[in-house]
């Protein structure tokens, strides 16, 4: 599956001149181009970003439009191909290819909008019939296909990876991942299940190792292919 110079919101709003970004994106006051996307920005909404990487860039968009913003947003990146996966009611994910965006609306006046070129990461480690991630090798059902996406680290014992697989099923993904982190001593209570009308499904595993370790797993099912994406938060003990 998850390091530029910050700008000011004053600075933003009174500077006209397009600034350059490490994703070859621009912005300017009133327009956000990124990835293939040209994104309109009201008069009323004002822009700050985070510090990124080659790989990562984050903005926040402030003011009374957002929740406007937001649903133009989501309707032009339909319309230039991303596939939408709604997490919540105030957050999604974009994805077409290796290229995601997360949107989460922090509430009615914020949004939050992470943009993600995974084409620039290592690939994730994997075997015949295993996935590694973060010192954790999980075994999965036999007869998989396994195609390895990106791995990225986030932090010191933050960890992210997906992976692409067929010839089998999400649920006996899921269910084979929940056995695994249990004899792993991480432990892992039970799948979630896809929530009703949900489009992709989506399943997903949670295992913890006291408080020291978090390990998540979801799977979603495409047309051709599972997208398996793991994250592992803190250090894995094996013993």
């Not at 994703?23 to 990124?34: D, N, P, V, W």
């Not at 075994?139 to 990106?150: H, K, N």
């Amino acid at each position: 599956m998850p390091n530029a110079e910050p700008a000011t919101h004053d600075r933003l709003a009174n500077q006209g001149k397009p600034m350059s970004h490490p994703l070859r994106g621009t912005t300017s006051m009133k327009t956000l181009r990124i990835f293939d996307l040209t994104i309109s920005v009201p008069d009323d909404v004002q822009m700050t970003t985070e510090p990124s990487s080659h790989w990562s860039s984050t903005y926040y968009f402030y003011g009374p439009s957002v929740s406007g913003f937001r649903a133009a947003f989501t309707r032009d990146a339909a319309k230039t191909g991303y596939i939408t996966t709604y997490e919540s009611e105030t957050s999604c994910r974009f994805k077409q290819g290796e290229r995601t965006i997360l949107l989460s609306q922090v509430d009615q006046t914020q949004l939050k909008l992470i943009f993600t070129d995974a084409a620039a990461l290592p690939r994730a480690q994997c075997t015949d019939q295993s996935i590694c991630l973060a010192g954790i090798e999980l075994t999965l059902p036999a007869g998989v296909e396994i195609r390895a996406g990106r791995e990225c680290r986030r932090g010191p014992y933050w960890s992210e990876a997906v992976w692409w697989l067929r010839g089998v099923e999400a649920l006996d993904v899921a269910t084979h991942i929940h056995h695994e982190l249990n004899a792993k001593k991480i432990t892992s209570r039970a799948v979630c299940t896809p929530a009703r009308g949900q489009v992709p499904p989506c399943w997903k595993v949670k295992g913890e190792q006291t408080k020291q370790l978090l390990v998540q797993a979801s799977l979603t099912e495409n047309e051709r292919h599972i997208e398996l994406e793991l994250a592992v938060y803190g250090a894995f003990n094996p013993d």
